[in-house]
């Protein structure tokens, strides 16, 4: 991605958490200090511009988490991903806050959705596997992910410190039934 190009999804995440998604292409563009053209040259529509933003953040949240592999789903793996997430989100809040915005108003298109699930797929047979095996319990694979990513996403709101972050890790492996 050019430096163009990171100028504008950042201009608009700034704009879309202050001013909301209704924001003008062209408050944005001038933000970015493009011009409007510039902007639908990179990003054709509004549409493909917060698809943009959102595919770029959980890229971004992805790579900070360990990859899942065929190994088993124990505490010691589930924790490098928690911790992976929490820095990654401690260290980008506007990113996290804008991924879960246009997550949650459902501004994101199937097709952004589709390309996100395609990155999440190893973690979630990840945890479908441990599901299976007996590892952790819960009610489905996303139930697990949901808690998991809910628990952290606390730990971020009441700002915890790494000690009270970790009880609350130790909460969530009782909560799942992973052992020790």
């Known amino acids: 991605m050019s430096d163009r190009d990171t100028r504008i999804l950042e201009a ?3 704009l879309f958490l202050r001013d909301g998604v209704g924001v003008s292409t062209a408050r944005i563009a001038a933000e970015a200090g493009v011009s409007n053209g510039t902007l639908f040259n990179v990003f054709p529509t509004k549409q493909a511009l917060i698809d943009g933003i959102y595919t770029a953040a959980k890229r971004a949240m992805f790579a900070a988490l360990v990859h899942s592999g065929p190994a088993p789903l124990d505490r010691a793996r589930l924790y490098a991903n928690w911790q992976g997430y929490l ?3 401690r260290a980008n809040p506007d990113q996290r806050a804008v991924m879960h915005l246009l997550a949650e108003a459902g501004l994101v298109s199937e097709a952004a959705r589709n ?3 395609t ?6 047979a990840w945890v479908h596997r441990a599901l299976g095996s007996g ?5 489905s694979a996303s139930f697990v992910a949901k808690l998991v990513f809910f628990q952290i996403d606390l730990v971020i709101a009441e700002d ?3 000690p009270q972050a970790d ?3 130790a909460m969530l492996c009782n ?3 992973l052992a020790e």
């Open 160 to 162: 915890l410190p790494d």
């Open 12 to 14: 608009a995440t700034r």
């Open 135 to 139: 590892a952790i319990r819960g009610p």
């Open 119 to 124: 990155l999440a797929a190893p973690h979630a």
């Open 115 to 117: 390309e996100m699930d």
């Open 87 to 89: 820095a990654w989100a």
């Open 167 to 169: 009880l609350a890790f």
């Open 175 to 177: 909560a799942l039934g």
